[in-house]
């Protein structure tokens, strides 16, 4: 069994900063894709940024220039610095590790007030 357990969100002003962190337990195949996800309200999950254990990395358009995604592999934990925030950025946002099968973490509310 694998668990992701999220941290970092909060509320913040527009254009400031949050630093989101997820750390991965349990039985993870090295080869691996983490990435993170948000869901605003009345809105589908979308994709914000992966990166694989490679550090191949993939960024939503909306957030390109402005995030960054980043990993430990020893760690088995993904970190996301979020920067220069919108208010449109405010969600639920989820951590996601993918081998084959793809496990999510509980999500962290990310609130950017404008």
């Known amino acids: 069994q694998v668990q992701l357990v999220e941290s970092g969100g909060g509320l913040v002003q527009a254009g400031g900063s949050l630093r989101l962190s997820c750390a991965a337990s349990g039985s993870i195949f090295r080869v691996n894709v983490m990435g993170w996800y948000r869901q605003a309200p009345g809105k589908e999950r979308e994709l914000v940024a992966v990166i694989s254990s490679g550090g191949i990395t993939n960024y939503a358009d909306s957030v390109k220039g402005r995030f960054t995604i980043s990993r430990d592999n020893a760690k088995n934990t993904v970190y996301l610095q979020m920067n220069s925030l919108k208010s449109e950025d405010t969600a639920v946002y989820y951590c996601?590790?993918?081998?084959?099968?793809?496990?999510w973490g509980q999500g962290t509310q990310v609130t950017v007030s404008s």
């Open positions: 996601n590790v993918r081998f084959g099968i793809m496990y």
